[in-house]
């Protein structure tokens, strides 16, 4: 069965220090996408990436950087200088290929505070 | 602009009185779903939607009912409510890419409390 494992579940880091949020997956699928949404304090639920299965290249978008490791079921994201705007609710998400409704599968969330 | 809206954004309620959440938008997206957060447990699927009139259920279906008539609306129906319905809920929109999904886009939010 698939699952999304956040470890981590609150972070507490001081501003501009950088910080590295795990995620495991676990899937039996071959091609599968895997997502990292954002959830700060208003509550709303923001895109922040989405990787398939079969391209394991790391991507930079700013200060945000992903590593995607299929070797070890891993799609761990780093900040980079953090800032007191990052402080927020982090999601990890797995979605199957090829079976017709499958809901994104989420993990617990892990919690980030970032201090001035 | 894209966006996924849902009303109300809060709502009170007292146990057995039937409530609609609407949600829409305006992407012309096929997919469309609905989710709960609950602490503790994450977010869970309620039902789902692949297109106009093709509804199913997902993990938490109990209690719920949806209806797809038109491709932009997906509206959340509690028959019923329960305190246990507590919860903040979020609809969300996908294209359906061939063989599997695109990331899908989150409406704000209704925060639903079941007294």
């Known amino acids: 069965a698939q699952k999304v494992t956040q470890a981590q579940t609150e972070i507490s880091v001081v501003e501009k220090e950088d910080v590295t949020l795990d995620c495991v997956y676990e899937?039996?699928?071959?091609?599968?996408?895997l997502f990292w949404y954002k959830q700060p304090p208003s509550g709303e639920l923001v895109f922040l990436i989405r990787?398939?299965?079969?391209?394991?290249q790391n991507e930079i978008s700013g200060r945000y950087s992903w590593n995607f490791q299929k070797s070890t079921s891993s799609f761990n994201f780093t900040i980079t200088a953090s800032q007191v705007v990052d402080s927020a609710v982090y999601f990890c998400a797995l979605s199957e290929a090829g079976q017709a409704g499958t809901a994104l599968i989420f993990g617990k969330g892990t919690t980030l505070s970032v201090s001035s | 602009e894209a966006q996924v809206t849902q009303n109300p954004r809060y709502l009170i309620t007292v146990t057995g009185k039937k409530l609609t959440v609407t949600c829409s938008q305006n992407m012309n997206h096929e997919y469309m779903s609905w989710y709960r957060q609950d602490p503790g447990l994450g977010l869970r699927q309620i039902y789902y939607?692949?297109?106009?009139?093709?509804?199913d259920k997902g993990d938490v279906p109990e209690g719920y009912k949806v209806s797809r008539k038109e491709k932009r609306n997906f509206p959340l129906i509690l028959e019923s409510p329960s305190p246990n319905q507590t919860s903040l809920y979020f609809c969300a929109s996908s294209p359906i890419l061939q063989g599997g999904f695109y990331e899908q886009y989150f409406g704000p939010g209704t925060r639903l409390t079941v007294t």
């Open positions: 990787r398939n299965s079969f391209d394991e």
């Open positions: 899937t039996r699928d071959t091609t599968y996408y």
């Open positions: 939607s692949m297109n106009v009139e093709v509804t």
